[in-house]
T-cell receptor, first 113, second 110 residues
Framework: ETGVTQSPTHLIKTRGQQVTLRCSSQSGHNTVSWYQQALGQGPQFIFQYYREEENGRGNFPPRFSGLQFPNYSSELNVNALELDDSALYLC????????????FGPGTRLTVT | KNEVEQSPQNLTAQEGEFITINCSYSVGISALHWLQQHPGGGIVSLFMLSSGKKKHGRLIATINIQEKHSSLHITASHPRDSAVYICAVGIGTSYGKLTFGQGTILTVHP
């Protein structure tokens, strides 16, 4: 059991709206990474947070932003939603900043209409 | 060319068959992961490798660092093994970005 949870499970939004997705890390993990998985594609790295600070970012525009809280839970915020933002959003927690031992959550399925 | 390439993209097998999924990468890595994703989303980590070979039940993963190649083998396949299998690599050690292959869709028929 990974212990990583995400909410909500599914979400439908309209183009131009804003959305917040949440991730609760596995106990003792201080690092969380967010990924976007479009239908039929492999996940793409969005960014990573380590001890409440952004610690690396993929090729995503600034309207994708995040937060990590003192309890190491995390949020992904997306502003000005576009149709192409429809995807499965995955978070993964780890006890280190490196790529070792990442534990994935079940994902949030976002549909933008 | 993608940094991580998997083959085949689709694989159909009969129950009991031995299955191999391949992953090639073009950059230096810190670790390679094999992941399993069932319909509906959730990803489960199967293996993390930096060298050699690992075995868990009917699953075996190998990696050849010099050839930049890894394989995932499933012995005595079962319909419950039907899923998408994804290879992902960690590039560099400064942070935990994983770069993913596109996945191999495995269907095992009874």
């Amino acid at each position: 059991e990974t212990g990583v949870t995400q909410s909500p499970t599914h979400l439908i939004k309209t183009r131009g709206q804003q959305v917040t997705l949440r991730c609760s890390s596995q106990s003792g993990h201080n690092t969380v990474s967010w990924y976007q998985q479009a239908l039929g594609q492999g996940p793409q790295f969005i960014f990573q947070y380590y001890r409440e600070e952004e610690n690396g970012r993929g090729n995503f525009p600034p309207r994708f932003s995040g937060l990590q809280f003192p309890n190491y839970s995390s949020e992904l915020n997306v502003n000005a939603l576009e149709l192409d933002d429809s995807a499965l959003y995955l978070c993964a927690s780890s006890s280190k900043r490196t790529s070792d031992e990442q534990y994935f959550g079940p994902g949030t399925r976002l549909t933008v209409t | 060319k993608n940094e991580v390439e998997q083959s085949p993209q689709n694989l159909t097998a009969q129950e009991g068959e031995f299955i191999t999924i391949n992953c090639s990468y073009s950059v230096g890595i810190s670790a390679l992961h094999w992941l399993q994703q069932h319909p509906g989303g959730g990803i489960v980590s199967l293996f993390m490798l930096s060298s050699g070979k690992k075995k868990h039940g009917r699953l075996i993963a190998t990696i050849n660092i010099q050839e930049k190649h890894s394989s995932l083998h499933i012995t005595a396949s079962h319909p419950r093994d039907s899923a998408v299998y994804i290879c992902a690599v960690g590039i560099g050690t400064s942070y935990g970005k994983l770069t993913f292959g596109q996945g191999t869709i495995l269907t095992v028929h009874p």
